[in-house]
């Protein structure tokens, strides 16, 4: 795609008529459509107004305001992991790059491909004392330093003639799974861009499937031969797994096995009710996952980085049985693991079936696995929130996506939150709260764009958060009335940070709480605050059903407020009394 002088025309006082030469604003925008990356979000600055006003102007371009520097990055890292395709943040420098930084800790974390375009102080005044000025350390803040150490590449351009260099740094960082910054001063943005050449995929895009170590196949050798003397095997989906799609193709090699399945918290969304499944593994997990996974002969593990969130509670399995791990990345574990390297692990996983051998013509029968719960305690006050997971389980159309945020939330929905429905998304890499909010209103802002259509409506996309995460960054809903985007919010308010409350009960129990909060009305003030905005109340299981299938039917953004016990234990294997995990 290539961008023409007469492509753009401005208006304004000094209008001759004649086109404006197109600005390197207008260039990054052009070569970020040309690359498939048509959402971006940010808060509008000063120093990003530029990008801003190209981003805006550019057909195939929204340009998302979002109410936090931190929120938009969420945003661009939700729209990330559900599409396949990188998110766009930009913000201004000073705070709002500041702000930012949460977001791409999280995303370089959990491996999210998020761009953040950061504008800075124009070049002439960086070191004289500008306003925002991040560009001259040790007197001012090094932004560059900063990013540097939560993204892949960050670059600062200091000329016109260096964007597209910094732009194919950028594109092949995200290629490799990494966010990527590029700060842009303001001149520089606002400088006519005629001659910058434009990129092509083949600059920066990896080819093949990229296997190394052990091969496919000997490693469906060994499978065969543990298949065929009836030994157990498992497989064990991540995150990486789920945002691949391999859903199909790890169901036809469980067959091809016999093997049982489990999932990573990031990964539950690839498992289905039925034989051979046995849940979540870590410590928001289920029992029976552990015990599958403790009681293999080999464990396959499928995109999953095997995080201590994601193992917790499987130390002693580790140092036994055999582990043998496919994926983009090293599993992030001590330990004795064969890896084998790839970077298409959904054509890694139908080779490996394709390969194994089926002597007696017939798949291995499924073994038939209960998924176990932890014993939570009965609370006081309010509704379980086990119940109110299932209830809403029920109501959710299938392939809806549920982005789950941290504490009590997000645990009860991991562990209780019926299988077989879309994409699951928690964000535990660095497990700030807030994110699911943000990343959920930003995916539906990008199926509403996108017109992904569900019975003549954009699919909808459910959040599940708790009041704490609310207070943090649950104005985002405004975001969503503003694009009418097809979000539901689901608050469990509990009036308290209550994952805090319990680690207080349990490990400090001569210190007054200070994770009480006085009572919130959330559901009449989200229905005062916005003209239109639908919104329910709920205290108990049969209520939930009914509104939850009330609200999913809708159109646009709504919120159900559920009324949740501060004291509830939540599934969270370290907090239940010792003895009855």
Not at 96 to 112: C, I, K, Q, T
Not at 338 to 356: K, N, W
Request: glycine share 12%; charged share 15%; aromatic share 4%.
């Amino acid at each position: 795609m290539t961008l023409t002088a007469d492509r753009k025309h401005r208006g304004g006082p000094a209008d001759t008529g004649r086109a404006a030469a197109p600005t390197v604003a207008e260039y990054i925008v052009e070569q970020l459509i040309s690359s498939s990356m048509s959402i971006a979000s940010g808060v509008h600055g000063a120093n990003i107004e530029d990008l801003y006003d190209a981003a805006t102007r550019a057909p195939g371009m929204t340009a998302i305001v979002a109410k936090h520097e931190f929120a938009a990055g969420a945003m661009a890292d939700g729209t990330a992991r559900m599409s396949g395709t990188p998110g766009i943040v930009m913000t201004t420098s000073g705070g709002g790059a500041m702000n930012v930084v949460p977001a791409l800790a999280e995303a370089y974390d959990s491996r999210v491909p998020v761009l953040a375009l950061i504008g800075t102080a124009p070049t002439s005044l960086v070191g004289g004392g500008a306003f925002q000025d991040m560009l001259a350390p040790p007197d001012t803040v090094d932004i560059a330093g900063v990013l540097s150490a939560i993204t892949g590449s960050c670059s600062v351009v200091g000329h016109a003639d260096e964007v597209p260099a910094a732009l194919a740094t950028a594109f092949a960082t995200l290629h490799r799974g990494l966010p990527a910054a590029v700060l842009l001063p303001k001149d520089i943005q606002a400088a006519p861009a005629p001659e910058l050449r434009q990129l092509h995929t083949g600059e920066w895009a990896q080819h093949g499937a990229d296997v190394t170590g052990p091969s496919l196949s000997a490693l469906a050798d060994e499978l065969s031969a543990l298949a065929e003397s009836d030994a157990r095997l498992v497989l064990w989906v991540g995150e990486e797994a789920s945002r691949a799609g391999v859903g199909p193709q790890v169901e036809a090699l469980a067959s091809a096995l016999g093997a049982v399945v489990v999932a990573a918290p990031g990964g539950r969304d690839l498992l289905r009710d039925g034989d051979g499944v046995a849940g979540v593994t870590g410590v928001m997990g289920h029992p029976s996952a552990h015990r599958a996974v403790a009681d293999a002969d080999l464990c396959l593990v499928l995109g999953c980085r095997m995080t201590m969130t994601d193992r917790a509670g499987l130390d002693e399995p580790l140092r036994r049985v055999r582990f043998v791990h496919l994926g983009s990345e090293q599993p992030r574990m001590p330990g004795d693991v064969d890896h084998v390297r790839c970077t298409d692990l959904a054509a890694a996983i139908s080779q490996l079936t394709g390969e194994i051998r089926r002597p007696r013509g017939h798949d291995r029968p499924r073994e038939a696995v209960a998924v176990t719960h932890l014993p939570v305690p009965p609370g006081g006050s309010g509704m379980g929130m086990g119940a109110a997971m299932g209830e809403i389980g029920r109501a959710l159309p299938p392939d809806t996506p549920v982005f789950a945020d941290a504490g009590n939330a997000g645990a009860a929905a991991i562990h209780h939150l019926p299988f077989g429905h879309g994409r699951f998304v928690v964000a535990l890499g660095m497990g700030g709260m807030g994110y699911a909010i943000a990343a959920g209103v930003g995916n539906a802002i990008r199926e509403a764009v996108g017109s992904t259509m569900t019975d003549g409506q954009p699919r909808r996309t459910v959040v599940i958060a708790g009041d704490g995460a609310f207070f943090m960054h649950g104005m985002e809903i405004h975001t969503a009335v503003e694009h009418d985007a097809p979000v539901t919010l689901v608050l469990l308010n509990n009036n308290a940070h209550a994952m805090c409350i319990t680690r207080e009960r349990l490990f400090f129990p001569d210190t007054p709480s200070v994770n009480r909060f006085r009572p919130s009305d959330l559901a009449g003030g989200l229905a005062a605050m916005f003209d239109g905005l639908v919104v329910a109340r709920a205290s108990d299981p049969a209520f939930v059903r009914t509104a939850a299938a009330d609200l999913l039917s809708q159109s646009g953004p709504n919120c159900l407020v559920i009324d949740a016990d501060p004291d509830e234990i939540p599934p969270f294997a370290p907090l239940i009394p010792k003895g009855q995990s």
